[in-house]
T-cell receptor
Framework: KNQVEQSPQSLIILEGKNCTLQCNYTVSPFSNLRWYKQDTGRGPVSLTIMTFSENTKSNGRYTATLDADTKQSSLHITASQLSDSASYICVTNNAGNMLTFGGGTRLMVKP | ETGVTQTPRHLVMGMTNKKSLKCEQHLGHNAMYWYKQSAKKPLELMFVYSLEERVENNSVPSRFSPECPNSSHLFLHLHTLQPEDSALYLC??????????????FGSGTQLSVL
């Protein structure tokens, strides 16, 4: 069964600090992995998409990594800002174009 | 703005009401989707339309009825809902249906409460 597990479920950090969010998946066969940011009361917005051959991709202060062997991905946020407070959702796409969504990590950045 | 607009943003309805959710995309995309996001649960795909034809229906109860009159508009008609149907309903679009590396563009959602 395709599953995407994210940790932690929630996280509180101080403004300016770095943090790393984790995603483990069991999707097979694997096609690509996406990270989305979802602000409260809004729809998710795409941050990165990585295929199995890519092991890192950056989008500003967001850097995603992918280890297709261990089926793990992480999203690293550098020098956090108050506007980074949101839910971060890991999504996998299998070769049959089925998307599997993780439950998300809720991040709160405090001043 | 993502180019996908949903109305209304908030909706409160009784179990005997009939209401409709509307989604419009200004991106020239060929595929549109309805997702349900319940509290503390992952997004669940409800319906997929590709070139105005329904291509996927993930065993959604018949009290939810989608309509796609053209490639820019998508509706979700609601009737005799249950309190457990309360959730955020998200519309999304993509250039083509869920193909590899295809990016999904989401609307802001309709927060539905069923009393």
């Amino acid at each position: 069964k395709n599953q995407v597990e994210q940790s932690p479920q929630s996280l509180i950090i101080l403004e300016g600090k770095n943090c790393t969010l984790q995603c483990n998946y069991t999707v097979s066969p694997f096609s690509n992995l996406r990270w989305y940011k979802q602000d409260t009361g809004r729809g998710p917005v795409s941050l990165t998409i990585m295929t199995f051959s890519e092991n890192t991709k950056s989008n500003g202060r967001y850097t995603a990594t992918l280890d297709a062997d261990t089926k793990q991905s992480s999203l690293h946020i550098t020098a956090s800002q108050l506007s980074d407070s949101a839910s971060y959702i890991c999504v996998t796409n299998n070769a049959g174009n089925m998307l599997t969504f993780g439950g998300g990590t809720r991040l709160m950045v405090k001043p | 703005e993502t180019g996908v607009t949903q109305t209304p943003r908030h909706l409160v309805m009784g179990m005997t009401n009939k209401k409709s959710l509307k989604c419009e995309q200004h991106l020239g995309h060929n595929a549109m989707y309805w997702y349900k996001q319940s509290a503390k649960k992952p997004l669940e795909l409800m319906f997929v339309y590709s070139l105005e034809e329904r291509v996927e229906n993930n065993s959604v109860p018949s009290r939810f009825s989608p309509e796609c009159p053209n490639s820019s508009h998508l509706f979700l008609h609601l009737h005799t809902l249950q309190p457990e149907d309360s959730a955020l309903y998200l519309c999304a679009s993509s250039r083509n249906r869920h193909s590899t590396n295809e990016k999904l563009f989401f609307g802001s959602g309709t927060q539905l409460s069923v009393l």
